[in-house]
């Protein structure tokens, strides 16, 4: 079956009231990274279950995440799914494939005590309301990698590279898009930015 998703099905799956593990989803190949240490990424996401299933390790990022949470539906939606999903998302202040990326999901999901722990880098020095995509971006990711039950750099490349498109950039680490997860992350930004990206694009016509 298709793993696709148009991307003009992401506001018809914000009113769902529920998460399908069902649900299809295109999806992207971001850059690869080498397994990442089971106790390193447990120790600091930590398993007590807050309101958020995201844990940002920098004041940065955790400004990001609540722009996000307090101003952007779309946002708020895929954190729910995750938490649906009982997957938390460690998120650390770095960019990805030596710099060359701004925001990346490793291809790695831990499972203990009954969680999916996964891990995203993004640079923290953006402005707030383009960390907040990036971050968006990603944790769209995050929800199609724990939907597949993936588990290794073996199942992500396998997957994305089947259903993604390769980068129109160069990269040294594969990697793949998705107009899904760009359209997603475009999405997050407009509303963060009060539908000014709409209207600018309205008036261009």
Not at 112 to 131: I, Q, S
């Amino acid at each position: 079956m298709s793993l696709r998703i148009r991307a003009a099905s992401i506001e018809r799956l914000h009113s769902k009231a529920d998460v399908e593990p069902s649900t299809k989803k295109e999806l992207v190949l971001m850059p690869g990274f080498a397994v990442l240490s089971m106790v390193a990424v447990i120790s600091t996401a930590g398993l007590a279950p807050t309101s958020s299933p995201l844990r940002p390790q920098s004041a940065r990022l955790q400004h990001a995440v609540d722009l996000g949470l307090r101003s952007a539906p779309s946002f708020r939606w895929v954190v729910n799914a995750l938490s649906a999903y009982r997957a938390i998302i460690v998120i650390v202040a770095q960019p990805c494939d030596f710099g060359r990326r701004e925001a990346c999901l490793v291809h790695h999901v831990v499972t203990a005590e009954g969680y999916r722990f996964l891990r995203v880098h993004a640079r923290d020095d953006v402005p707030y309301v383009r960390l907040a995509g990036l971050i968006a971006h990603e944790l769209w990711h995050a929800l199609e990698a724990v939907q597949a039950d993936l588990v290794d750099a073996d199942g992500f490349a396998r997957l994305f590279a089947a259903n993604g498109s390769p980068c129109e950039q160069t990269y040294v680490q594969a990697c793949y898009e998705t107009d899904a997860a760009v359209a997603f992350q475009a999405g997050v930004v407009n509303e963060l930015s009060g539908g000014d990206l709409n209207r600018r694009q309205r008036r261009a016509r």
